[in-house]
């Protein structure tokens, strides 16, 4: 199966062609950093202002990849909801459900924070967005390091926000393939 590139923007329904426009159009010029210029300016036609949603994505997004900790901090105050719930891929040793703002955040300050990162957050490349009403996808991809490991692996994860009242209340993150994640870190513990 060949890989969609960041030209295969796919929403599907009778308003593919619009939901194209408004996803390349509504990143502008201020997700430039986190989108490829072909996936920028290769569908947006007019600019047309960022919804509150992508803006508040886009906000957490450059902070976490610039590693401005007072700026992530930020992000996620005033963009999360106080119950908001991160879930991430049951099968990894640290995955699970984190629930409530405070937990979130002290988990994704450490991604900012630790001298042996899993995931250097600004290593992280934005391949894909699709925005529908209150939900926006991201394909993300990334260099994963396996604690212990000297060599990280291909990775890339589908980030599913979910928006209630102008703030994130669930972000689902499914790694790509827990599966080599899982053997990176067997074969590290092997190794020490």
């Known amino acids: 199966m060949k890989r969609p590139t960041h030209n295969d923007i796919e929403t599907g329904g009778p308003a593919s062609r619009d939901r194209r426009r408004l996803l390349g159009a509504s990143f502008g010029v201020a997700a430039a950093s986190l989108l490829p210029r072909s996936a920028v300016g290769a569908q947006t036609g007019t600019p047309e202002a960022m919804s509150q949603n992508r803006a508040i994505l886009e906000r957490y997004y450059s902070a976490l990849q610039n590693k401005d900790a007072d700026e992530l901090r930020n992000a996620i105050e005033e963009g999360f909801a106080p119950d908001a719930v991160n879930r991430i891929s049951d099968s990894l040793p640290y995955g699970g459900t ?26 992280i490349t934005i391949e894909r967005v699709v925005e ?16 212990g490991a000297s060599e990280p692996i291909p990775m890339s994860a589908v980030e599913w926000f979910t928006f209630r009242d102008g703030r994130i209340s669930e972000m689902v993150v499914s790694y790509w393939d827990t599966a080599a994640a899982l053997a990176a870190m067997e074969a590290a513990a092997a190794n020490a």
């Open 98 to 123: 984190y629930a409530g703002r405070e937990v979130i955040l002290e988990m994704l300050l450490g991604f900012v924070t630790t001298t042996e990162p899993i995931i250097k957050p600004e290593e």
């Open 132 to 147: 529908d009403g209150d939900s926006i996808v991201v394909w993300a991809d990334f260099p994963w390091l396996a604690p």
